[in-house]
């Protein structure tokens, strides 16, 4: 099973693929999609878009995980992150993936052991769990939620497209 992890942002997306083979996990590829602050948030969106399309075209995974994001103090910065959230889980689904999500502290607790563990603390259990790998932050936040969907994904309820969807016949 090849599963794409997600870690949503607007200025930095963080993406992970991995393959799980029963309780074997292998890396596959990583990295960060990054927008730049002088283009405007339209054209943001849909750079972030056409490139999350481009790795799933590349990577070819099988299912999604998308971490869920958290609401911030700042009302303006949480939307921008809501609507960046939105292109990401969008990305998938539109190339027919199951697109599951995971709160963050789940994934901390699937990868380290610990809901509360710290961003260096995931990335040293991703390399770990994931020999080879050298991913950190957004990079390493998506491997873990990869990790945590390998884990989790029998009982996790996942949204798949249906073929009234696929065909456009929902209006």
């Keep these: 099973m090849r599963i794409l992890g997600l870690d949503p942002g607007l200025q930095a997306t963080g993406w992970g693929v991995i393959e ?7 890396h596959v590829a990583h990295g960060v999609v990054r927008t730049t602050t002088e283009a405007k948030l339209s054209v943001r969106l849909a750079f972030l878009s056409s490139s999350l399309a481009e790795l799933i075209a590349a990577h070819a ?7 869920e994001v958290f609401v911030n103090v ?5 939307l921008k992150l809501g609507m960046a959230r939105g292109v990401v ?22 990868c ?8 260096a603390q995931v990335a040293m259990m991703v390399s770990h769990l ?6 950190t932050a957004d990079a390493a936040d998506a491997l873990a939620v990869a990790i945590c969907h390998a884990h989790h994904r029998q009982t996790q309820q996942r949204w798949t497209p249906s073929p009234r969807a696929e065909r456009g016949d929902i209006r």
């Design 20 to 26: 799980a083979e029963g309780n074997r996990l292998t």
């Design 74 to 78: 700042n009302p303006a910065s949480t």
């Design 130 to 135: 994931l020999p080879g790998c050298k991913a």
């Design 112 to 119: 380290v052991g610990t809901g509360r563990a710290d961003k």
């Design 61 to 67: 995974p099988e299912e999604a995980a998308v971490e």
């Design 89 to 110: 889980m969008l990305a998938p689904a539109m190339a027919g993936l199951p697109v599951a999500e995971y709160a963050a502290t789940l994934v901390k607790q699937a």
